[in-house]
Structures are given as C-alpha cells and as structure tokens.
C-alpha cells in the first residue's frame, strides 16, 4: 500500500470529534466566559491533558482574520473564516461591553441569521445573549443574563422573556448563561449531553471545579444580606428584586418555584425568618436606599422607581424600616462627604 492509501486508511481510523463548537468573539468580548468554555471543551476532549481535539473540536470565526481584543485588552485571532454553519453542533457568540456601539459587523450577524435558517443552534455567552436578541434570533426562546443586566436586556427587548434567578438556559435551539464560571457549567452540560459523564467529570476536576452546577442552580448573589440556603427562597428573592417597580403578586411568585401560596408562606417563615411580602418591603427600601445615596431624583422619583404612588407613603415605611426619612437618610450622607472632604483636603 502506498503512502496515500496509508493516510487515508489512518484518516478512516481517527476517531470523529462527538462535540463542535464555533466561537464569535464580539468586539471586547468577555475572555473569561470564552477562556472558561473552550477549556472545558479541551479538558474533556481527551485524557492526560495533552490538549489533543480527539471528541471535540472548536474553531474561532470571523469575517475577516483580524485580531479581536477582549474588554481587558487581551487579543485573540480568529481561526477560520465563515463556513457553512452546519459544520458545528454549536455557533457560540461571545459577548463582552455593553458599551460597544457595535459588537460585530453586518457580515457576522448575517452568518448567525444563516445557521439559525438550517436549525444550528445559537448559544450566547455573558452578554452574547444581546447579540442575538438584536438580531432577532431570541423570540421565543427564554433568555438567561446577569442579574447585573437583567435591567438593560428588558429595557433593550421588552417583548422578550429573560430571567436572572438561574445561571444559565439550555433549550431546543438556544443556549445562554450569565457569564463568568456559568460558562464552564453551560459547556459542561454540552460536554455530557454529546460526549459523556466521565469526559465531564475530567473537565471539571482539572479546572478545579467541584461539581457541575445545572441550568436549574441559581446566581449566587443573594439580594438580601441574610445567607439563605433553600433555592426556592433565593430564587423568590431574585424574581422580586426584578419587579421592584410594578410588583407581582405573593401567588405567582409561589408558581414560579412550584409552590402554593401557602408553602411559599411556610418556607419563608423558616428559611428566610421573614414572609414574602416582608421581604418585598425589605428590598424596595433597599433599593429605595442605594438610589437616594447614589442620585439626586427627587423624592417622589425615587418612590415611583420602588413601586410606591406617593411620597408619604413611600416616607412613612422608610421611615418605618430605617427610623428615618428618607430625606434625613440623604442630607446625613451628603453631610458625612462633605466632612470626608474637608478632612483630606486638611491634610
């Protein structure tokens, strides 16, 4: 047998990657959701950590081969132009600054519309998810942000459901997480749904992860600063800070977490020492508080930002939960800078 036929036959031999990713990169994208991801894939990918694409492959793509900088200045080359989509199993878009004009150009967001049209589907990555929801590839699939951009992404796309009380969404055809470690949780879902649960565990262990957190394990920030340990509460907890400024009633939040009314009522009362609706009270005051401290919105303002149709009523549970005004919270503030000031300024 001749040279060629040798390499075709050891072609034939090798084995085909279970797992393809494709990765775009947005304009200051976030290195640690795309570092993160990539590694998990190349830890699983074979053994002994030799780095070698034996069940997964990847590839960076873009319109041109220009360097693409992160948000901290770091740059990364793309590895190949576009192809045809259906070439990967996933098309992952990075995001990164949300300041950024235009995180890709028109050639990149044509190339996501084309693999959305022959059903490859789309994962976005940190604030990727703003991408694709810009370019109208999110209807109808729930999206899953930082609870740090919940507010932005709903502003940005109000007929789109998007929730910050989990770390990441995996659907039919979409994919998207809050960014930060929950990129390594998204690739390991993938790696265990197309490779396997050994590939995973490998993965996760050299990056010195515990265990794989799931698309049902919540965001870790607690928005009161009481620790509290059952996800339910914590996820009730998230969902309220979300409608701070309309409200939603004590049932639907029950719903959300596959409780009555009732049982949400029994799981606050020993989990959270507290009931629901104090807990509601309890974040609009604290939202109530950060704004008056952070701004100059009048009053009236600042009560209609937490749910509250008037000033006196807005004043009296302030005052009711902090033993004073919120105009009293403000000057004492102002005041405490002021001498901070014209102390250093002594010195």
Not at 152 to 163: A, K, Q
Not at 284 to 304: D, G, T
């Amino acid at each position: 047998m001749g040279q060629a036929g040798q390499l075709r036959a050891s072609d034939r031999a090798s084995p085909v990657p279970r797992l393809r990713i494709g990765f775009v990169l947005s304009r200051s994208f976030t290195l640690s959701a795309f570092a993160l991801f990539v590694d998990t894939l190349r830890l699983a990918s074979d053994q002994l950590d030799r780095s070698g694409r034996v069940l997964a492959d990847w590839q960076v793509l873009g319109s041109t081969r220009h360097l693409i900088s992160s948000s901290c200045g770091i740059q990364v080359a793309p590895t190949s132009d576009f192809v045809d989509p259906r070439q990967f199993d996933y098309i992952a878009v990075v995001g990164g600054l949300l300041s950024v004009k235009q995180p890709v150009d028109n050639e990149t967001v044509q190339f996501l519309k084309d693999a959305a049209s022959k059903r490859v589907p789309l994962i976005g990555l940190c604030t990727g998810t703003f991408i694709l929801a810009d370019a109208g590839l999110m209807k109808g699939h729930p999206t899953c942000v930082s609870w740090l951009h919940y507010q932005e992404f709903r502003e940005r796309f109000p007929d789109l459901e998007v929730r910050a009380d989990r770390l990441f969404n995996l659907d039919r055809r979409r994919g998207s997480c809050a960014g930060g470690s929950s990129a390594a949780d998204l690739a390991a879902a993938l790696v265990r749904r197309h490779i396997s649960r050994d590939a995973e565990r490998n993965a996760l262990e050299v990056l010195q992860i515990e265990k794989a957190r799931t698309q049902f394990d919540i965001q870790t920030r607690q928005p009161l600063r009481e620790h509290v340990s059952d996800p339910r509460v914590a996820a009730v907890l998230i969902i309220m800070e979300q409608h701070i400024e309309a409200g939603i009633p004590i049932e639907k939040l029950a719903a959300q977490v596959g409780l009555s009314r009732r049982q949400l009522e029994r799981v606050f009362q020993e989990k959270a020492k507290m009931s629901p609706a104090m807990a509601f009270r309890r974040l609009r005051m604290e939202r109530a508080r950060q704004i008056l401290l952070a701004s100059e919105k009048p009053i009236i303002e600042v009560a209609l930002d937490v749910g509250f149709a008037s000033t006196s009523h807005f004043t009296r549970e302030f005052r009711r939960t902090y033993d004073r005004t919120p105009a009293e919270v403000r000057d004492t503030a102002a005041r405490e800078r002021k001498e901070m000031h014209e102390t250093v300024s002594r010195r």
